[in-house]
């Protein structure tokens, strides 16, 4: 079967840098994308990976590697806006997206 | 502001009861999607449309239906509301679905709750 796994929730402080690891299993791959959802709000697209290596976008980043199975997000100088939930979502054979629960991000002053 | 539009926000509907939810797009698209989203859950698939004219089902399509007339609109009924069908729903859409890279645009979400 398809499956996603990433962790329920994650704590971090202001101005640190925390990773978010995801792993999966689909039925073929057509890439990976990572999602941050505000609570009680729509998610929204943050980075896109097809290859193996490391995307960077401003203080976000997302690393793959297809042959493990692996995907994380590394988010650097937080902010208390970060505070959010991160959800992984590779794209299998039939080019539909298989959604994670989501990783919930608590950042703390 | 372009975008997609849903309707409505919330809705508490008795059981049994017909309920449609709104979804318009101005992008222009050619994919809609209809998700739902539980607690401790991902976002599971309901249907979707690849282009005006077609629909199709996705993960959990039972008690649901949908149409695609047009490009802009997508809705999404429930011919008799049960009270397991409660929970928050996404329209979205992309560019198009059968390729890697199409990112998916949401609207802001309906919560319905089923008594």
């Known amino acids: 079967g398809q499956n996603i796994d990433q962790p329920t929730e994650m704590t971090a402080t202001e101005g640190a840098i925390v990773q978010i690891n995801c792993t999966y299993q689909t039925s073929g791959f057509n890439g990976l994308f990572w999602y941050q959802q505000h609570a009680g709000e729509a998610p929204t697209f943050l980075s896109y990976n097809v290859l193996d290596g490391l995307e960077e976008k401003g203080r976000f980043s997302s690393f793959l590697s297809r042959s493990k199975g692996y995907s994380y997000l590394l988010l650097k100088e937080l902010q208390m806006k970060d505070s959010a939930s991160y959800l992984c979502a590779p794209k299998d054979s039939n080019y539909q997206l298989i959604w994670g629960a989501g990783t919930k991000l608590i950042i703390k002053p | 502001i372009a975008g997609i539009t849903q309707a409505p926000t919330s809705q508490i509907l008795a059981a049994g009861r017909r309920m449609t939810l709104r979804c318009t797009q101005d992008?222009?698209?050619?994919?809609m999607y209809w998700y739902r989203q539980d607690l401790g859950l991902g976002l599971r698939l309901i249907h979707y449309?690849?282009?005006?004219?077609?629909?199709g089902k996705g993960e959990v399509p039972d008690g649901y239906s949908v149409s695609r007339a047009n490009t802009d609109d997508f809705p999404l009924t429930l011919a008799s509301a049960v009270p397991s069908q409660t929970s928050v729903y996404f329209c979205?859409?992309?560019?198009?679905?059968?390729?890697?890279?199409?990112?998916?645009?949401f609207g802001a979400g309906s919560r319905l709750t089923v008594l």
């Open positions: 979205a859409s992309s560019p198009g679905r059968d390729s890697g890279a199409n990112v998916l645009t």
């Open positions: 449309s690849n282009t005006a004219g077609t629909t």
């Open positions: 992008m222009r698209h050619n994919a």
